[in-house]
C-alpha cells in the first residue's frame, strides 16, 4: 500500500505532507525518513520500498516549505519564519501521529542532510520515542557557516525573508561541485546521472530556497552543535552516521569524526560512523546504495549493537 495524506502541524497548523508505504502488520517496526534541502519525500521512495519489503512500514515527510508541505507553490523554499523551532516541531508531530497510530512498533528516523540538522536539534528535547537514528550525509560544522548565518540574517529582514538569490546559491553549488564540474551542475549530489536528472526535473526539487528557508537550516547547525540545551532521556539511543567519501558537506575525515563525536560529547554512548568511499552526498540514492540499505537493515536489526 502507498497512500500520500496530509496532517496538521502542531507548532502552527501548516499541512504537513506525508507518504506511507506499507504491507501488513511490518512486524519488524517503522521507519520515518526525512529529506534535506531542496528535497521532498519522494526522493526516498525507492529505499522506502525496500524497506517495505523487508517487513517495515515506512513513512516519509515533507519538511516545511518543501514538497507539498507548503500553503501555495510559490511557498516552496519559504519555511514561514519560523526557523528551526517550527521545523522540529513538525517533526515531533509526525512522531507523535505515528505513535498514536502504532504505540507497540519500534520508530527510526533516517535522515539526509538537513533533515539530520532537524533531527538533532529535535533529540534536544525529545528522544524517548525513537529506538535509533541513520543521519545520512550530515553536514559538518564550520566557522564560514557561522559568517553565512550572520549574512542571511541580516538579508532575512527584507521582505520576510521571501526574496531568493539564485546567484548566491550557485556560489555554493559551485563551491561543491568544484571536483566534479566535468560531470555537471549537481555531480556532487550523486555519481548517477539519472539521479540527478530525476532531480533536476522534478519542480518540487528544482528551486531557489529563500532566504528565510537558509536561514533556518543555518540556525539548526548553529543549535545542532551547539553544547547547550541538550536534555538527554535515552543515553544508549543507537545513532549511526553515514556519509560517501567523496562528499564536500563532510568537509574532511576530522570534521566528520567531530560531528559524530559531538554526540558523545552531549550524553549519548551508543555512536558509530561508517564512510563509503567512492559515494558523495546523496548515498540513500548513490551507485551501490543496496550496500546503504544493508547497513542500515543490520543496524535497525541490531539496535546499533
Known amino acids: 500500500m502507498e497512500k500520500k495524506f496530509y496532517i496538521k502541524s502542531a507548532f502552527d497548523g501548516l499541512r504537513l505532507s506525508l507518504l506511507e508505504i506499507s504491507e501488513g502488520d511490518s512486524p519488524q517496526g ?22 517495505c519489503e523487508k517487513g517495515f512500514r515506512c513513512f516519509g515527510m ?19 519564519q519560523v526557523g528551526s523551532k517550527g ?4 517533526i515531533r508531530t509526525v512522531i507523535s501521529f505515528i505513535k498514536k497510530e502504532f504505540p507497540v512498533s519500534p520508530l527510526f528516523i533516517v535522515a539526509h542532510s538537513m533533515g ?35 549574512l542571511t540574517g541580516a538579508l532575512a529582514a527584507i521582505d520576510k525573508g521571501r526574496r531568493r538569490y539564485p546567484a548566491l546559491q550557485e556560489l555554493t553549488t559551485a563551491a561543491y561541485n568544484r571536483r566534479f564540474r566535468k560531470e555537471g551542475r ?3 549530489t550523486c555519481s548517477d546521472p539519472e539521479v540527478r536528472k ?44 553515514i556519509s560517501g567519501g567523496d562528499d564536500p558537506c563532510l568537509i574532511n575525515l576530522k570534521r566528520f569524526h567531530h560531528s559524530a563525536g559531538f554526540m558523545n560529547t552531549v550524553g549519548y554512548n551508543n555512536v558509530s560512523s561508517i564512510i563509503y568511499l567512492g559515494m ?22 541490531n539496535r546499533g549493537n
Not at 521545523?87 to 513538525?90: F, I, P
Not at 530525476?198 to 518540487?204: C, K, V
Open 30 to 51: 517503522t521507519i520515518l525518513f526525512i529529506h534535506g534541502l531542496c528535497g521532498c519525500k519522494e526522493r526516498h521512495i525507492p529505499a522506502m520500498r525496500h524497506f
Open 62 to 80: 515533507d519538511l516545511r516549505g518543501h514538497g507539498d508541505s507548503i500553503y501555495k507553490e510559490e511557498d516552496r523554499g519559504y519555511t514561514y
Open 87 to 90: 521545523m522540529t516541531e513538525d
Open 116 to 150: 539530520t540538522l532537524a533531527t538533532r536539534a529535535l533529540l534536544k528535547t525529545e528522544d524517548k520515542d525513537i529506538d535509533g537514528i541513520i543521519l545520512c550525509g550530515s553536514v559538518s560544522d564550520s566557522i564560514m557557516s557561522r559568517v553565512a548565518l550572520w
Open 186 to 188: 549537481q555531480a556532487w
Open 198 to 241: 530525476a532531480f533536476t526535473d522534478d519542480p518540487r526539487c528544482n528551486f531557489t530556497p529563500t532566504v528565510d528557508c537558509t536561514l533556518t537550516l543555518l540556525k539548526m547547525m548553529k543549535e545542532t552543535y551547539s553544547k547547550k540545551g541538550w536534555n538527554v532521556h535515552n543515553p544508549a539511543l543507537p545513532i549511526l552516521f
Open 280 to 301: 558523495r552526498h546523496e548515498v540513500l540514492n548513490e551507485i551501490g546504495k543496496e550496500d546503504i540499505w544493508q547497513e542500515i537493515e543490520d543496524f535497525v536489526a
